[in-house]
């Protein structure tokens, strides 16, 4: 899972029908460089042009964080209520599963050594 | 999922059985994260039937295999959406944090900008900053 | 599975159920730098198993495995993706041919 911020959303018409009812956000992931760049040792390559596309089922907008989950987790997530045995279905790869309220990230001065 | 770009087809007559009758979609990522190897193109199960210069999104895993109705199909990509429109904040290339931008010479053919009456970015004559490092 | 450093918490009160009681810690993938690890720079959300601290070194599983530390054997319905599973005391690694090992404390 990692932790991004809505930057977009994806509107489509034409889709494979387990898709309906989901809303596409295009969320841009915190990098170490955002939160904590004083644990960085080196310059990582420029992470603005990095970005998902994840469904999402709980309302997220642009400007606010959240946590997004890959692959089954994804999955699971889109699914609020299946019966005893049934496995998800929709084809998705990433989800939405937090919005976030607040994070707490450790500060140079707390990084004593 | 991936938002990208179709920008051609692959045609192959020596290919898995398992493939016959899927059409392969090339599709070249507007952005993605993290991806295991240098990608340019992907190349995607087209199954909604896009077409060259369309915006589509890409699902990556074993949906691609449900959606082919077959578990052992050698698929891990399909192309589940054609997209209408993308849009994306103004403002983001300048976030205090986080700041997030399309390539500019190779923007969504569905790009809108929104936050300021949500013209597109080419009527607006819109010119994207084309990054660097930080 | 990765190592990573905790640097963070993520509260949320607008999720989905399935991770209600969970708590998520934001972890800075390290990778193997000759004899040090150093930051890749990304960063990942895991549920915490275990305890960890901001400062701990951990090991961070995905998938079905990090599933299986938050349940039993039937967990197709657990919604984990990454989860916190071990704090690293130490770390061993070849130096000059031998096997040297460093303290994470």
């Given at each position: 899972m990692f932790m991004g911020k809505v930057v977009g959303t994806v509107w489509s018409t034409v889709k494979w029908e387990g898709l309906h009812g989901l809303k596409f956000l295009v969320v841009r992931p915190y990098h170490l460089a955002d939160l904590a760049p004083h644990l960085l040792v080196r310059p990582t390559p420029y992470t603005m042009y990095d970005g998902v596309v994840a469904a999402d089922v709980l309302g997220a907008g642009p400007g606010e964080d959240v946590i997004v989950a890959y692959g089954h987790s994804a999955r699971v997530a889109v699914e609020p209520e299946l019966p005893d045995g049934k496995l998800p279905s929709r084809p998705i790869d990433a989800a939405v599963v937090a919005i976030v309220d607040h994070f707490h990230v450790e500060s140079a001065a707390q990084d004593e050594e | 999922m991936i938002l990208g770009r179709m920008v051609g087809t692959v045609w192959a007559t020596r290919k898995n059985p398992r493939l016959e009758n899927f059409k392969l979609a090339i599709v070249r990522p507007y952005f993605w994260y993290n991806p295991s190897h240098d990608v340019e193109h992907v190349i995607a199960v087209d199954q909604v039937g896009a077409e060259v210069g369309q915006d589509v999104l890409v699902c990556v895993g074993q949906p691609g295999r449900w959606v082919a109705g077959d578990s052992r199909c050698p698929i891990e990509a399909s192309v589940m959406a054609i997209v209408d429109s993308v849009e994306i904040e103004r403002g983001t290339e300048n976030a205090p944090v986080a700041p997030f931008a399309l390539r500019s010479r190779f923007l969504p053919t569905t790009l809108v900008r929104v936050g300021d009456g949500g013209s597109t970015a080419r009527d607006a004559g819109l010119h994207e900053t084309d990054g660097g490092t930080p | 599975m990765m190592l990573g450093r905790v640097i963070g918490e993520v509260w949320a009160t607008r999720k989905n159920p399935r991770i209600e009681g969970r708590k998520a810690l934001l972890v800075a993938a390290l990778a193997q730098d000759g004899d040090r690890r150093t930051p890749?720079?990304?960063?990942?959300?895991?549920?915490?198993?275990?305890?960890?601290?901001?400062?701990?070194?951990?090991?961070?599983?995905?998938?079905?495995?990090?599933?299986?530390?938050?349940?039993?054997?039937?967990?197709?319905?657990?919604?984990?993706?990454?989860?916190?599973?071990?704090?690293?005391?130490?770390?061993?690694?070849?130096?000059?041919?031998?096997?040297?090992e460093e303290r994470e404390d």
């Open positions: - | - | 890749t720079g990304e960063v990942v959300v895991a549920f915490d198993s275990v305890g960890a601290r901001i400062g701990h070194v951990v090991t961070v599983t995905w998938g079905s495995g990090a599933r299986a530390v938050f349940s039993g054997p039937d967990n197709r319905w657990v919604l984990v993706d990454a989860a916190v599973a071990r704090i690293v005391d130490a770390v061993s690694v070849e130096r000059d041919g031998k096997e040297v």
